[in-house]
Structure formats: C-alpha cells, structure tokens
T-cell receptor, first 111, second 115 residues
Framework: QKEVEQNSGPLSVPEGAIASLNCTYS??????FFWYRQYSGKSPELIMF????GDKEDGRFTAQLNKASQYVSLLIRDSQPSDSATYLC???????????FGSGTRLLVRP | GAVVSQHPSWVICKSGTSVKIECRSL??????MFWYRQFPKQSLMLMAT?????????EQGVEKDKFLINHASLTLSTLTVTSAHPEDSSFYIC???????????FGPGTRLTVL
C-alpha cells in the first residue's frame, strides 16, 4: 500500500514567521511531488511541484525534496493570515499521473 | 492557467435516485480526467481515471456499476452516482490533465448530499 503521511496539525504560527510543513512517502520510486493548498469547502489549488532533490523556490514558498529520506517539505516565509488553510502533499504513482494525497496539515497563521 | 468547471456545485437528492456531475475543461483539452472523493476532514481519494474515448479505470474498492464515468470528448467527463445512498454524501472533485504535462487542474468540486 503506497502511502503519503502528513501531520494533521494544526500548526499555529504568528504572522510573519516561517511555517514548515512536512511530508513522507513510502514509494521509493516516486518521481514527482506536489503541494496543494485547500481552503475549507474548496477544491485544492497547486502551490508548486518538485521533481529533483534539493530546494525549489517560488516567491514566499520553498519546496524541499530528499529522495534518499523519502521526505518532502514546504516552507512558507512571511506567513500571512490568508495562508491559513490545509496543505496537501501529493505524490505521483508509478509515473501514471495518478496522485496519492496525504491527509493534509492544517496551518493557522495568527495575526 | 487552465480552468476546469464542475456542474452542479452542490446537489441534494433523495436516497435511491441518480445524480450526474459534469466536469469540463474550459480552455484546454484534457486527455485524461480524474475523479476524486473527499469526506469531511479527510484527504482526496482517487476514484477513477478517465481517458477520452475509452473505459474508465477504477481504483480498488470503487464500484464501477455505481459510479458511472463517461469521457465522451476532450473537454467533458461525467460522473453519475447511481442509486445514491446517504453514505455517498461527499465532496466530488474532478481534475484534468493536459497533454504533455503531469500537472492536474482541479475543478471547484461538487458537494453531494443524499437524504
């Protein structure tokens, strides 16, 4: 059973702080990794994807991938109250385009 | 960015009736569409993969005779929940995959409530 694990949270950070969200996956052969943000009652929206080991930055967001440790993380700099949402980690299965989603981490940014 | 719409956005129906949900890619051709289901406080669970012009592939545990999927064109896929029961109440979300890439573009979701 291929799995994607996330801490459900909530992770509470003050406005302006760095929020660090973590995700581990079980399939060592996975190649593509995605971070989605989901507001309550809405569908997920893509924040960023990462394929290679190391860091990938996009504005206030940085995705980090370590395939040896089967670990992917998302850092949000200068967190804003509007960043309060559930963050879903998704891993592509077997290069099939199918995604396995983690259960999500709820982030609360306190004003 | 690529836009996917779903209709209806919410629906309430009586137990035993069938409900059809449409998923449309508005500005791209979706060679593949995916259907997900999300129960409250849970993550998205893939139900099936739909390729234009061929039969859908269902994930383990998803009844293909209950959840009928049709992908008649490159811009439209439909999910019909047949003989719906209260336990089918959920948030149904589709996504489209444009040719040449592996990024899925999600629709806004359809909230189904079965009384």
């Amino acid at each position: 059973q291929k799995e994607v694990e996330q801490n459900s949270g909530p992770l509470s950070v003050p406005e302006g702080a760095i929020a660090s969200l973590n995700c581990t996956y079980s399939d060592r052969g996975s190649q593509s990794f995605f971070w989605y943000r989901q507001y309550s009652g809405k569908s997920p929206e893509l924040i960023m994807f990462i394929y290679s080991n190391g860091d990938k930055e996009d504005g206030r967001f940085t995705a980090q991938l370590n395939k040896a440790s089967q670990y992917v993380s998302l850092l949000i700099r200068d967190s804003q109250p509007s960043d309060s949402a559930t963050y879903l980690c998704a891993v592509e299965m077997d290069s099939s385009y199918k995604l396995i989603f983690g259960s999500g981490t709820r982030l609360l940014v306190r004003p | 960015g690529a836009v996917v719409s779903q209709h209806p956005s919410w629906v309430i129906c009586k137990s035993g009736t069938s409900v059809k949900i449409e998923c449309r890619s508005l500005d791209f051709q979706a060679t593949t569409m995916f259907w997900y289901r999300q129960f409250p406080k849970q993550s998205l669970m893939l139900m099936a993969t739909s390729n234009e012009g061929s039969k859908a592939t269902y994930e383990q545990g998803v009844e293909k005779d209950k959840f009928l999927i049709n992908h008649a064109s490159l811009t439209l896929s439909t999910l019909t929940v047949t003989s719906a029961h209260p336990e089918d109440s959920s948030f149904y979300i589709c996504s489209g995959l444009a040719g040449g890439g592996n990024e899925q573009f999600f629709g806004p979701g359809t909230r189904l409530t079965v009384l």
